[in-house]
């Protein structure tokens, strides 16, 4: 191949993905994440962030922290959360982005999620005390920097700190999903109405991690049409949930249903993730076939929009 044709080649392959390295889904302190906000926008930084968005569960509590710690090192930034919604039967996860952590539909919204959060934490305690594992509920308080919201994340490392279970991830299975004994039904938001608050507080609203939810064909598609016609507008395609087989699939699906992509790691912690802020050096990119989502945020004016 002369020369020329194989550097055109190279230049065609670059230019296959968005280069900008986005990082919109990390949890702090304030949520189930066990870094500050000031310590995850340091990291961020370090490793190379072009635009990061802190996405705590149900909670705004760590954004003003962050957006100064952003501010001061230089880190473009985002506001965000990530909503608990109930749909189908399953737990599904919608990611707000640029959202005005102020308002106050947004606000109360969330404070009645995070309200249930108490009852299901006791009501874990007391299955895992039913299988002989006393003080559980206890347990994961002490390990919740944010009272208001203990999450199963927290049960999950209380059982390894305790030495019942080695790893986090073997806890998760088999104490913590569906039919095991520290798992509560719970009922979240509603699909609709989590959508609404984050559109009114000028948000962009995203499905979260979508490849891990356990939906048949119909019941995904339901859930695509039915966020879609509530006004939401991306679908992660990148996350640390994701492997190569589902970034090819939500790829797909985004460009089927009209949805912005997004991307972000869901960093909660240097041991447990899988994903780092950033996705690493080698963190996939999102296709250029996809419209990003930072495209539809109001960002501060040298942020890089590859
Ligand atoms: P909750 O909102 O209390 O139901 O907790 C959900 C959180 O648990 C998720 O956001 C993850 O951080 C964590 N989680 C869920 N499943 C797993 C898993 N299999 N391994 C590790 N963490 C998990
Ligand atoms: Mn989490
Ligand atoms: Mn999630
Ligand atoms: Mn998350």
Sequence with gaps: MPPRARRQRRRTKIAAVHTLNADLHSHSTASDGTLTPRELASRARANGVELWA???????????AAASAAAE?????VPGIEIS????????HVVGLGIDPSAPELQSGIAEVRA???ARARAMGAGLAAV??????????ALAPNPNLVSRTHF???LVHAGIVPDLHSVFRRYLVDGKPGYVQHRWARLGDA??????AGGVAVIAHPGRYKFTPTEEYALFTEFIAHGGLGVEVVTGSHHAADIVKYTGMALEFGLLASRGSDFHDPLESRLDLGLGAEGERLSARLTPVWTELRLPDDAATA
């Design 54 to 64: 802190l996405t705590d569960h149900d909670e705004l509590s760590g954004l003003g």
């Design 73 to 77: 090192f230089g880190l473009p930034f």
């Design 85 to 92: 919604v109930s749909f189908a039967g399953e737990t599904v």
């Design 116 to 118: 249930g959060r108490e």
């Design 132 to 141: 002989g594992i006393a003080r559980a509920y206890e347990g994961a308080v």
């Design 156 to 158: 999950a490392r209380f």
């Design 195 to 200: 959508v609404r608050w984050i559109r009114n």
